[in-house]
């Protein structure tokens, strides 16, 4: 540009003010894949749908066709863009790490390729993990031990004397779904799931050897927190 006066006197032009139009939206796409959780006792890369301790999980994903010059994996947690993901050398894979993540929330991710002009790609399909950092508050209820090795058969009651090396113990007040823990003598001896219900059964295997057992029940939740014994 130059500025012409009255007498047709031209100024000297100014600086070029070059820009670039690019209304072509990325063709390269986004899959999140899992996320990881690094917090104890259940560690490791979880699918959309689970349940998770770890307040700040790491999404990892995938990156479908080829990212242009400029081109980036943009995050997105419901519905607000979180920033970039960083990606694998060859660009073909891609990882965010998140963070403040709040206990009792269901959160929803999405992912996809942007550029530096603004146009969007294809947006990944939901992805959904709930955060549980609150074990349960109660322990497992027990019910009853039965005893089905003759000649005497039947409940056990606490102090009894058993020839059963694997007496049926029943219980309910779990958290529907959960697993509950089963420890003899104060160590962890297996686990079995709850129902929908909170009910639940337990076989010892390997069999109890001969001697005294004290035997308590706990219950995890889904995102591995583990309640009180009882």
Do not use: C, M
Request: charged share 20%; glycine share 10%; aromatic share 6%.
């Amino acid at each position: 540009a130059q500025v012409v006066n009255s007498a047709g006197n031209k100024s000297q032009e100014s600086n070029h003010y070059i820009i670039h139009v690019d209304t072509v939206a990325p063709t390269a796409t986004a899959t999140i894949v899992n996320y990881t959780d690094d917090v104890a006792p259940q560690t490791g890369d979880f699918l959309s749908g689970s349940t998770t301790n770890d307040p700040h999980p790491k999404l990892n994903g995938t990156v479908g066709g080829t990212l242009g010059v400029g081109e980036v994996i943009a995050v997105y947690r419901d519905g607000v863009r979180l920033g970039a993901a960083s990606l694998s050398a060859d660009k073909t894979t891609w990882s965010f790490q998140d963070a403040g993540l709040q206990d009792g929330h269901t959160y929803t991710y999405t992912a996809r390729a942007e550029d530096q002009a603004g146009n969007q790609g294809t947006v990944s399909s939901n992805f959904t993990l709930t955060v549980d950092t609150s074990a349960p508050t109660d322990a497992p209820k027990l019910e009853s031990v039965i005893d089905d090795v003759a000649p005497i058969t039947g409940e056990i009651h606490a102090g009894d004397s058993t020839n059963d090396p694997k007496p049926t113990f029943s219980g309910s007040a779990a958290e529907p779904n959960s697993t509950v823990n089963v420890y003899d003598n104060g160590t962890l001896i297996g686990s079995v799931k709850a129902d929908a219900d909170g009910k639940w059964t337990y076989e010892p295997n390997p069999k109890l050897e001969d001697g005294d057992h004290s035997i308590q029940f706990s219950d995890v939740d889904a995102a591995g927190n583990e309640g009180p014994k009882s």
